[in-house]
C-alpha cells in the first residue's frame, strides 16, 4: 500500500519557466511533509519542507503548497534551471512514528536549456 | 563537514560471503538510519539508531545486522543474502527531536550493492 504516491514518473520543462511536481498521500494523520532531490551517484539532499499546520512555505525559487483536504502537495520551481535536473521525492512522516520518512516514488525532472 | 561518508561505493558479493558496510558522519547528529532502495522505487527505511541504540528495525531479516560502534559511526553486516537483496544502501543521519530533526535527513551517496 503506497502511501505516498508522485503519479509523474517524469516531467520536461523549458529553462526559465515554471516547474510544478506533484504529491499525494492517502494517510491524513501524516503531519510533516518534505522534498528531496536526488542527482545520479548522489543521496538524496533536502530541498524544502511543511508543517500540516500550514499551506505554503517558500524558500528561494521553490514554493511547496500543501491542501490538506485534498491529501495534496506540490513543489514549484520558479524560474527552473538546467542544473534542477534530477529526480525529486516527496516524503511525509508522522510526530508519533519516530524517525520514519515515508517517501514517494520520485518523479524526474528535466529542464531543457 | 555537513557529509555523510558511505564505503564502499560497489560491492559485488556471493550468496555465502560475509561483508559489512560503513558509514560515518561528524555533524555531531544522534539519529543514524540505513535505507533501502531498489531501482525506480523509493527508499524504504531498514533500521534507525538513537544515541547508538537501536530504535527502530523494520522488521529486516536477520542477514541484514546493523551496528553502531559511536556516535559518528554505523555499519551493516551482511550475510548469507540473496540476489533479490541487491540494492542502493543509503545511510543517512539527523539531530534528534528538540530541534528541526524532521526537516533534515542527511544521505550518504550509497553503496551499490550486487548479489550474485
Known amino acids: 500500500d503506497q502511501q505516498v504516491k508522485q503519479n509523474s514518473p517524469s516531467l520536461s520543462v523549458q529553462e526559465g519557466r515554471i516547474s510544478i511536481l506533484n504529491c499525494d498521500y492517502t494517510?491524513?494523520?501524516?503531519?510533516?511533509f518534505l522534498w528531496y532531490k536526488k542527482y545520479p551517484a548522489e543521496g538524496p539532499t533536502f530541498l524544502i519542507s511543511i508543517s500540516s499546520i500550514k499551506d505554503k512555505n517558500e524558500d528561494g525559487r521553490f514554493t511547496v503548497f500543501l491542501n490538506k483536504s485534498a491529501k495534496h502537495l506540490s513543489l514549484h520551481i520558479v524560474p527552473s534551471q538546467p542544473g534542477d535536473s534530477a529526480v525529486y521525492f516527496c516524503a511525509a512522516s508522522l510526530e508519533t512514528s519516530g524517525s520514519r520518512l515515508t517517501f514517494g516514488e520520485g518523479t524526474q525532472l528535466t529542464v531543457n536549456p | 563537514d555537513t557529509e555523510v561518508t558511505q564505503t564502499p561505493k560497489h560491492l559485488v558479493m556471493g550468496m555465502t560471503n560475509k561483508k559489512s558496510l560503513k558509514c560515518e558522519q561528524h555533524?555531531?547528529?544522534?539519529?543514524m538510519y540505513w535505507y533501502k532502495q531498489k531501482a525506480k522505487k523509493p527508499p524504504e527505511l531498514m533500521f534507525v539508531?538513537?544515541?547508538?541504540?537501536?530504535?527502530i528495525n523494520e522488521s529486516v531479516p536477520s542477514r541484514f545486522s546493523p551496528e553502531c560502534p559511536n556516535s559518528s559511526l554505523l555499519n551493516l553486516h551482511l550475510h548469507a543474502l540473496q540476489p533479490e537483496d541487491s540494492a542502493l544502501y543509503l545511510c543517512?543521519?539527523?539531530?534528534?527531536?528538540?530541534?528541526?530533526?524532521?526537516?533534515?535527513?542527511?544521505f550518504g551517496s550509497g553503496t551499490q550493492l550486487s548479489v550474485l
Open positions: 555533524m555531531g547528529h544522534r539519529a
Open positions: 543517512a543521519s539527523s539531530q534528534l527531536p528538540g530541534g528541526s530533526w524532521r526537516e533534515k535527513l542527511f
Open positions: 494517510n491524513s494523520m501524516f503531519d510533516y
Open positions: 539508531y538513537s544515541y547508538e541504540k537501536l530504535s
